[in-house]
């Protein structure tokens, strides 16, 4: 039936977005009681108070009465056209007795609290409030998505960030939408500006959207332990409760990994997510957020090896986590049926209840890398031995470090750590990092030295008194 792949592949290019649109929810709005002590906004009778030191931008879309009214030093009042106010002369019958009122600070929000922010696929869902489920981390503007201060609405956020800047891709404000660098960092300079975005980061524009059909990472896990920072997660009460990638908090829920293969399209795939499974009325209490994340891995369990991009699928139900591990259920029959069509080319369950599915496991993955790893160590120590009984002869070859790490050097006797040969591994760059596994450390072992910075082997093959070694 799929005999039109060009059609398909344009398609494909087309619907490639994996991007959100992340709306900030709070506001520096005058109409917002929230905003004010007294939990209201101030009337003709009430005298209205903005602390002198407190930066804040306010945003006033209608005319008010008031009494009375203190500015801060350095702030702005951003009036909507017609907005305004005006002094009553004594009391307004309408507002009673008037209190004193004041501005609350809101100097504290954060840029990475991921409270803050409700998701939509596109402007027009954000309006309507179909907002989307996903993990803490994504839950902030990644580096792809177009970020949304609403029209009619002023703010005020601290960027607080690990890095010295926040790239995205666009930042809407007060109705302006700015995707130009230049025009952006120009506007971060201007009065309003500085008093709506405060911090030692900046946030810029411009950067490109995802053009990964199979979906791009969010990029926010260098902000990790500050996102997670500002979370408190509730207590859950299952079987076995999950943590998901780039989640704070363990869920009670089913988390599908997917590995995919050329064909597979994120975007589509969340599509066919929803209409299949997500609009039947039983999943309708079901939250389900999909994206790509970059999972580290590790060869014998510690030592990094790099990362693998992979899609997890994190489905929660607020509940026990039933519900969620029989929609993960009918994802993965989908899976069995079509997979291969959708270009996924695993799926792995796991579940809150205690279900796991691994049709491959992980661990014969990793002994799979050791041993390819060692042979291919047995490979070069084999050809160096023969070289060095001159059985072979080595043409010159000017770049080949992976035999220079065997060549025998009179420092690699030194087991205490004054050279530093091998590989440089930033794991080890932690002191004591690894010092409380037993066994990997030991300085007498004849096989294989851990220091604090390096790590080397020390080959048998090469000790003086056991040179009759022979193939
Ligand atoms: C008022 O502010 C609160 C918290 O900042 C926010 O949740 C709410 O949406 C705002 N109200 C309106 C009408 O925008
Ligand atoms: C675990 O899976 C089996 C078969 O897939 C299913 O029958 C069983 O109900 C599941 N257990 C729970 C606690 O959901």
């Not at 002590?37 to 804040?56: E, I, L, M, N």
């Not at 009553?88 to 209190?99: I, L, N, Y």
């Not at 954060?110 to 489920?133: E, K, M």
């Not at 994504?138 to 800047?165: M, N």
């Amino acid at each position: 039936m799929l005999n039109t792949p060009h059609a398909l592949l344009l398609v494909c290019l087309v619907g490639a977005t994996d991007a959100f649109y992340k709306q900030w929810i709070p506001d520096t709005n005058y109409e917002n009681k929230t905003n004010w002590d007294k939990g209201d906004v101030p009337c003709g009778s009430d005298r209205v108070q903005f602390s002198a030191q407190r930066k804040v931008s306010v945003f006033v879309e209608t005319t008010h009465a008031v009494q009375e009214m203190q500015l801060p030093v350095d702030g702005e009042l951003i009036l909507n056209s017609g907005a305004g106010f005006y002094v009553v002369s004594g009391q307004d019958p309408s507002c009673g007795a008037g209190v004193r009122t004041k501005f609350k600070d809101s100097d504290s929000l954060q840029w990475f609290d991921p409270a803050l922010w409700q998701a939509a696929a596109t402007l027009n869902d954000l309006q309507q409030g179909n907002f989307l489920f996903s993990v803490h981390e994504e839950s902030v503007p990644c580096q792809h998505d177009d970020v949304v201060f609403k029209a009619l609405s002023s703010f005020r956020v601290d960027t607080h960030s690990s890095q010295s800047t926040i790239p995205v891709k666009s930042v809407s404000v007060l109705g302006e939408t700015f995707d130009s660098r230049s025009e952006f960092s120009q506007y971060l300079s201007s009065r309003s500006g500085q008093l709506q975005f405060h911090g030692p980061s900046a946030v810029t524009v411009g950067n490109p959207s995802c053009g990964d059909p199979t979906g791009c990472d969010c990029g926010n896990s260098v902000n990790h332990q500050r996102i997670c920072g500002s979370v408190t997660c509730a207590s859950v009460s299952c079987k076995v409760p999950l943590l998901p990638m780039g989640h704070c908090c363990h869920v009670c829920g089913a988390i599908i990994t997917i590995s995919y293969a050329g064909g597979f399209n994120l975007q589509n795939y969340r599509g066919r997510i929803q209409s299949l499974f997500l609009t039947q009325p039983q999943y309708e209490s079901i939250q389900l957020g999909m994206s790509k994340v970059l999972k580290p891995q590790r060869v014998l369990g510690v030592i990094p090896f790099g990362t693998s991009p992979e899609i997890q699928v994190v489905i929660v139900d607020g509940e026990t986590g039933d519900l969620s591990e029989a929609l993960a259920q009918d994802i993965i029959k989908d899976v069995q049926s079509h997979g291969s069509k959708l270009g996924i080319t695993k799926a792995e369950l796991q579940a809150s209840t205690g279900n796991t599915s691994t049709p491959q496991s992980n661990a014969g993955m990793v002994v799979g890398v050791v041993f390819a790893v060692l042979l291919m160590i047995a490979l070069v120590v084999i050809l160096a031995v023969l070289i060095r009984k001159g059985m072979v002869q080595m043409p010159p070859m000017p770049s080949m470090p992976s035999l220079s790490f065997f060549r025998r050097n009179p420092n690699v006797g030194d087991h205490n750590g004054a050279a530093h040969r091998g590989f440089d591994n930033p794991m080890f760059d932690q002191p004591d990092a690894l010092s409380d596994i037993p066994g990997l450390y030991e300085s007498d072992s004849n096989t294989i030295a851990l220091t604090r910075t390096g790590v080397y082997f020390i080959n048998p093959v090469y000790d003086e008194n056991e040179s009759n070694f022979s193939v």
